[in-house]
């Protein structure tokens, strides 16, 4: 991709996401990896992570007349990544937060199979912004025990209202699919 360099941080997550068949690019060779992250294209990318590690091609399958998302939104309905009432709609075109994303690539049965790497009460202790209280804290909380998440900063602070850009997202997604690349932390 073009806005993709070997010294940036991002370069070897979007290389494997891309290689591994998680992401695209925007179109005309770009990758636009700070560009952030909306509720589609992270249902497309849970629709993704849960086909290819249930060995089928269902999210690849084009809908007549429909949005190039709404294959993904129906795969997740019916896989149970997706509830009905939770983001509809209204919400695809828009930003997507870091706790809406977790709760859906948690909700991933390669996420609920995937073995913890560090110790989910550790990782309790050193999130420092996540509220017990918060219903994504679970969803947070497996995910950095499962070597998937590592924070925004030298804290291992999540920011769970904040967005997340595409180059986030391929590294976690990348994370995903690859248990050579989860953190030890």
Not at 20 to 41: H, K, N, Q, Y
Not at 66 to 88: E, F, H, K, N, Q
Request: proline share 5%; hydrophobic share 40%; aromatic share 8%.
């Amino acid at each position: 991709f073009s806005a993709v360099s070997p010294p940036d941080w991002y370069a070897l997550w979007v290389d494997l996401a891309y290689n591994v068949g998680l992401t695209s690019g925007v179109g005309g060779d770009c990758f636009a990896p700070e560009r952030i992250l909306t509720v589609a294209e992270a249902i497309q990318l849970a629709a993704t992570l849960e086909s290819r590690y249930r060995a089928d091609d269902v999210h690849l399958r084009s809908r007549q007349g429909g949005s190039w998302y709404s294959p993904a939104v129906d795969y997740c309905l019916a896989s149970g990544i997706l509830r009905r009432g939770t983001l509809g709609p209204v919400d695809y075109g828009r930003p997507i937060t870091r706790y809406e994303m977790v709760q859906l690539f948690a909700a991933t049965t390669l996420a609920r199979d995937m073995p913890v790497v560090n110790s989910l009460e550790r990782m309790q202790e050193l999130i420092p912004d996540v509220d017990r209280e918060n219903p994504a804290s679970g969803a947070v909380y497996e995910l950095y025990a499962k070597g998937i998440l590592a924070g925004t900063d030298g804290h291992r602070t999540f920011n769970g209202s904040g967005t997340v850009t595409r180059a986030e997202a391929a590294a976690i997604v990348s994370r995903m699919a690859r248990a050579e690349q989860r953190l030890i932390l």
